[in-house]
């Protein structure tokens, strides 16, 4: 053994930055340095991936809002209007208000005199025109009954319209299918949304995990030389997972910006009308679409890898 | 003597203890019906080089995939360096491989690495702990044991298939293994060449790992007078000590 050097071991001070710099070099930088050379295999992920979610972001927007417009809508349709004859007895108004006030069904009970109800007509769109074509005051006084749920507005209508002080003509503003027949649109635009993006949704998985799949096949003699030195599995399935996760960002964080930069767009040129239009769809709540868009691609992308992985790679 | 060879060289609990490196009972392996081993017994001891020789098609390649865990044995046990490797979990397979070196007939080596990086990273992926310039270092010993201690920046591309072999040879000890494993490691090279990688393999025998040699070459078989042990239709048909196998006439007309 003359002349043979024996080296000390290497010192471990710096141990951590190793640590960091490898699982770095092996998992985050080779990932993306093969994802680069492999945008040719991995555009048609990228691309359905961004038009779904793009697409998922306007339907998640639409539904949003149109889950508002539900609630306004039931809000509105558990309000009864008792519509009150011209000559009605004060005292049998006042006997209808105090039973109505009293029913425990019923949240709140307002009266609406002529003049008020003609007031609000002319902020309507279209009613001024109305209310100025007849030399009398058209419209009649009511009693606006809040009722707590729209189950019990039927119950409330058949016990006001009873009452001597109601119009026996037009009684109340109860229609009885009116509120179903929305939500039954409602149920129908939700199911036909869910539906789109399901199959949307299955053909970006799919093509992300071909894509995934290709990469695996591209670099199968890396794979295997890993393996065969020991690379744990982690570091073996590790970059085709950051792989997914940056098409999914990617896809995520371009269709977030689209996403949010139309909402915006819609906000500002349609200020009021959009508000009535798509209500509740403000800056933040586009903000909060755009970010959950972009998650939605990093979740999807590194599912769809994780899922390919699970199935091309062998151990 | 290459000194890296010599940092190698560790105090062998495994023989204080008598315990073999690796250890075949009744091992059997099936594809479908087709049996590609059966029945196979038996043991390497810490330190021993040993022949493994046997028609294409005998099982060679199956009982090397067996010891390293690319396949899992239909029937028996097989143990390596004390591990069960026949019920070894998947994701526990890394720790097997990190004590086993591995050379190929065809080197298997990352051709947009340099022989460098290239020995390094069988380093680095075993264990993240090692820094960028231990590893650098230590794969140029590596490389300098091995011979190429002036290559260490080239490409697999500009290397000549025994030069390629040497850095698969770095790259397989470059972890301190206790078991060296090569499938057909002169298989691709003319005889000269191949009697230096020949050559590499008894050198690190004699440091204390074991090494296990799938071969159809029976001149370098002969020559070295070691253990041979031969598989035919997936038997182990004979198991001949070091200094006692001949000319081996019968395997070369087999």
Do not use: C
């Not at chain 1, 769809?304 to 062998?314: F, G, I, M, P």
């Amino acid at each position: 053994m003359a002349g043979i050097v024996l080296k000390a071991r290497f010192p471990r001070r710096h141990v951590v930055e190793a640590v960091i710099r490898n699982v770095f070099r092996y998992l985050f930088q080779g990932a993306a340095r093969n994802w680069a050379r492999n945008f040719g295999s991995t555009a048609p992920a990228l691309s359905s991936m961004t038009l779904l979610l793009f697409l998922s972001g306007l339907i998640g927007l639409t539904g949003f809002a149109l889950n508002n417009l539900e609630q306004i809508e039931a809000g509105q349709a558990s309000m009864l209007h008792v519509y009150l004859r011209d000559d009605a007895d004060p005292t049998d108004v006042f006997t209808l208000h105090n039973r109505l006030a009293l029913d425990p069904r019923v949240a709140t009970v307002d009266y609406t005199s002529k003049a008020q109800a003609l007031q609000h007509a002319q902020s309507v769109p279209g009613l001024p025109q109305l209310a100025g074509a007849s030399g009398s005051n058209p419209f009649p006084a009511s009693l606006d009954v809040q009722v707590k749920t729209i189950d019990d507005v039927a119950a409330v209508d058949a016990m006001a319209r009873i009452s001597p002080a109601v119009d026996p003509v037009y009684p109340t503003s109860y229609d009885r299918g009116a509120y179903q027949r929305f939500q039954s649109v409602l149920l129908a635009v939700a199911v036909a949304g869910i539906v789109f993006l399901g199959l949307l949704g299955f053909v970006a998985v799919t093509v992300t995990i071909n894509s995934i799949r290709a990469a695996i096949h591209s670099r199968r003699d890396e794979v295997a030389i890993l393996q065969l030195v020991g690379a744990p599995r982690w570091m073996v399935r590790g970059p085709f997972i950051v792989e997914g996760a940056i098409t999914g960002s990617l896809a995520g964080g371009a269709a977030g910006l689209v996403t949010f930069g139309l909402a915006l767009a819609g906000i500002a040129e349609g200020s009021a009308s959009f508000s009535q239009f798509a209500p509740g769809v403000t800056v933040t709540a586009a903000a909060a679409a755009g970010l959950i868009v972009f998650a939605a691609g990093l979740g999807l992308g590194s599912g769809s890898s994780l899922l390919s992985v699970r199935r091309h790679l062998e151990s | 003597m290459p000194y890296v060879f010599s940092r190698l060289v560790r105090p062998d609990a495994r023989k204080a203890q008598g315990r073999p490196l690796v250890e075949f009972n009744g091992v059997t392996r099936a594809y479908g019906s087709r049996l590609a081993l059966d029945e196979v017994d038996f043991r390497l001891e810490p330190g021993e080089l040993a022949f493994l020789v046997g028609p294409s098609g005998a099982g060679k390649t199956t009982l090397l995939k067996l010891i390293n865990r690319e396949l899992r044995p239909t029937q028996g046990e097989v143990w390596i360096d004390g591990i069960a490797a026949h019920e070894l979990k998947a994701s526990r397979v890394a720790e097997l491989r990190r004590r086993v070196g591995v050379v190929f007939q065809d080197y298997k080596l990352l051709p947009r690495l340099t022989a460098r990086e290239n020995v390094a990273l069988a380093l680095q992926v075993g264990d993240l702990r090692v820094s960028d310039r231990e590893a650098r270092e230590r794969a140029l010993d590596a490389l300098d044991a091995v011979g190429l201690g002036d290559r260490g920046d080239s490409m697999p591309h500009e290397l000549s298939g025994g030069q390629q072999q040497r850095v698969a040879v770095a790259r397989a000890v470059i972890r301190k293994p206790p078991l060296l494993i090569a499938d057909e490691p002169t298989g691709n090279l003319d005889m000269e060449t191949a009697w230096g990688i020949t050559d590499l393999l008894e050198d690190i025998a004699a440091f204390g790992i074991t090494v296990l040699v799938a071969t159809h070459n029976i001149e370098i078989v002969t020559r070295l007078q070691r253990r041979v042990l031969t598989l035919v239709n997936g038997r182990l048909v004979r198991d001949q000590p070091a200094g006692q196998t001949g000319r081996m006439a019968w395997l070369a007309s087999s």
